[in-house]
């Protein structure tokens, strides 16, 4: 693959999302949201395959924007805000696939256990939050 077919590739992509700048406004803040949704159907694939970066870049258009426009309150901790997280979406520990079994969610939504990278990220792509938010 040369440059002028990397190039129309991007331009299409950036076509259809937008992803060669800033969210825009709420709508496009969605229409991101909804893709980083569809990508974490599927995971598993995420960490070995090419789409991960695609997640990836996905994860920070969606960061940069909500700390510009829907920032989180600073006195929260992580687990408080993934608690919120959870009451916002009903789910219960056991919902939480990404952090691991429930003795591990309950450990860190109690505090004595620190998320590490890659739940923060997961976590971070489910909910459309900034990975700051998850993270110590």
């Known amino acids: 693959?040369?440059?002028?077919?990397?190039?129309?590739?991007?331009?299409?992509l950036h076509e259809t999302l937008g992803l060669g700048g800033a969210v825009?406004?709420?709508?496009?803040?969605?229409?991101?949201?909804?893709?980083?949704e569809s990508l974490m159907d599927d995971a598993p694939a995420l960490d070995a395959g090419p789409l991960g970066?695609?997640?990836?870049?996905?994860?920070?258009?969606?960061?940069?924007?909500e700390a510009r426009v829907h920032p989180w309150p600073d006195s929260s901790t992580p687990a408080s805000r993934l608690v919120f997280l959870m009451?916002?979406?009903?789910?219960?520990?056991c919902d939480l696939p990404e952090v691991g079994v429930q003795s591990v969610v309950s450990e860190v939504l109690t505090g004595k256990r620190q998320l590490n990278l890659r739940q923060v990220q997961a976590l971070a792509l489910r909910f459309g939050v900034p990975m700051e938010a998850l993270a110590a």
Do not use: K, S
């Not at 693959?1 to 299409?12: E, F, G, K």
């Not at 825009?24 to 980083?36: F, G, I, K, N, T």
């Open 24 to 36: 825009r406004d709420e709508a496009h803040y969605h229409q991101l949201m909804e893709v980083a």
């Open 53 to 65: 970066g695609l997640a990836a870049l996905l994860a920070e258009r969606i960061h940069a924007y």
């Open 87 to 93: 009451e916002q979406h009903g789910l219960r520990q």
């Open 1 to 12: 693959m040369n440059l002028t077919d990397i190039t129309a590739h991007w331009v299409a």
